[in-house]
């Protein structure tokens, strides 16, 4: 069975193009996900470039974290990983938006 809460966030950084700042994002956005001592499973991806109407293509980077409780999740927005990830690679992004999903019953 998958695990039952889902975290979806998709980066827009300031400058997407910038070969230094895409590192750095990577770079702190992986040392977060070793370090976190609540997430399951996950995912850093980009864009695929497909060309359907219907999928938004203009993030640079998405993340999604399973948990194995919504309350895992709650304890994973204030630990020490993730604050210092937002504080080290904030400045990097001009939006992030959130998608979180619970799994319902088959």
Same mark, same amino acid.
């Given at each position: 069975?998958?695990?039952?809460?889902?975290?979806?966030?998709?980066?827009?950084?300031?400058?997407?193009?910038? $070969?230094?700042?895409?590192? *750095?994002?990577? =770079?702190?956005?992986?040392?977060?996900?070793?370090?976190?001592?609540? @997430?399951?499973? #996950?995912?850093?991806?980009?864009?695929?470039?497909?060309?359907?109407?219907?999928?938004?293509?203009?993030?640079?980077?998405?993340?999604?974290?399973?948990?194995?409780? $919504?309350?895992?999740?709650? *304890?994973?927005? =204030?630990?020490?990983?993730?604050?210092?990830?937002?504080?080290?690679? @904030?400045?990097? #992004?001009?939006?992030?938006?959130?998608?979180?999903?619970?799994?319902?019953?088959?």
């Amino acid at each position: 069975m998958t695990d039952p809460f889902i975290h979806m966030v998709f980066f827009w950084l300031r400058e997407p193009q910038n $070969a230094a700042h895409r590192q *750095l994002f990577e =770079t702190s956005i992986h040392r977060f996900l070793n370090d976190s001592a609540h @997430s399951g499973s #996950w995912h850093v991806g980009t864009p695929a470039g497909t060309g359907r109407a219907v999928v938004d293509n203009s993030y640079t980077y998405c993340l999604i974290v399973t948990f194995s409780t $919504a309350g895992k999740q709650d *304890l994973y927005q =204030t630990e020490p990983a993730h604050l210092k990830f937002i504080e080290e690679a @904030s400045y990097l #992004w001009e939006r992030v938006q959130v998608y979180d999903s619970i799994t319902i019953g088959s």
